[in-house]
């Protein structure tokens, strides 16, 4: 079945510093991939969104890549602010109805 | 503009005991649902989904059941809770039915069972 792994479960950075999370997913199908967001105490909001036509998407200063060959997908931004702190899911849609296959989230704190 | 509601926000429950959670999707007609469970601290796990009223799909089995009475309203219940029934419940709708949509979350009930 799908699957999704997210490789850094916390990271902590401080304003201004640069982000990368990773992550790696597994499908027989061509999939499209996404990076929701989720704030405490609300639901996850759509982040990027990333499809096998274009391996890119930017929004709000954030960039998702992903890597076909590798089959990795990433998400990056240049300098993060405290208002960035959250949790940031790797989520891939599969060939199945409706369902989503969600990473197991990683925690980003930004200090001020 | 959509909008979906989730109720209640919280509830504390006894193990045993019933729960019904419910979620309203007004400004979409027939809109796709679905249910996921969130462990405290954990991932997003989908229970149900819906495509149509009166139609709902089981995703994994966790004794829970899910109905759809009407096109935007969207019902999670149990006749007997059990302590891993806690967690944070989101019901969410999309657009269309293929997986390159986007999920539109309501803000969640979070259930804690005792």
């Known amino acids: 079945g799908d699957s999704v792994t997210q490789m850094q479960g916390q990271v902590t950075l401080s304003e201004d510093d640069f982000l990368f999370i990773n992550c790696t997913y597994s499908?027989?199908?061509?999939?499209?991939l996404f990076w929701y967001v989720q704030y405490p105490g609300e639901g996850p909001q759509l982040l990027l969104k990333?499809?096998?036509?274009?391996n890119k998407g930017i929004s709000r200063g954030f960039e998702a890549t992903y890597d076909k060959g590798t089959t990795s997908f990433h998400l990056q931004k240049a300098s993060v602010q405290e208002s960035d702190s959250a949790v940031y899911y790797c989520?891939?849609?599969?060939?199945?109805?409706?369902?989503?296959?969600f990473g197991d989230g990683t925690v980003l704190t930004v200090k001020p | 503009a959509q909008t979906i509601h989730q109720w209640p926000v919280a509830e504390i429950k006894a193990v045993g005991s019933p729960l019904s959670l419910g979620c309203t999707i007004k400004?979409?007609?027939?809109?796709?649902l679905y249910w996921y469970w969130q462990a405290t601290g954990g991932t997003l796990q989908q229970l149900f989904y819906?495509?149509?009223?009166?139609?709902v799909e089981s995703v994994v089995q966790l004794n829970l059941s899910a109905s759809r009475p009407k096109d935007d309203q969207f019902i999670l219940s149990t006749e007997k809770l059990l302590l891993s029934h806690s967690g944070f419940y989101l019901c969410?709708?999309?657009?269309?039915?293929?997986?390159?949509?986007?999920?539109?979350f309501g803000e969640g009930s979070k259930l804690t069972v005792l």
């Open positions: 969410a709708w999309s657009l269309d039915w293929s997986n390159t949509g986007q999920l539109y």
């Open positions: 499908t027989t199908w061509y999939p499209t």
């Open positions: 990333v499809t096998t036509a274009n």
């Open positions: 989520v891939l849609g599969g060939a199945n109805t409706g369902k989503l296959t």
């Open positions: 400004g979409k007609s027939s809109p796709n």
């Open positions: 819906s495509i149509t009223v009166g139609q």
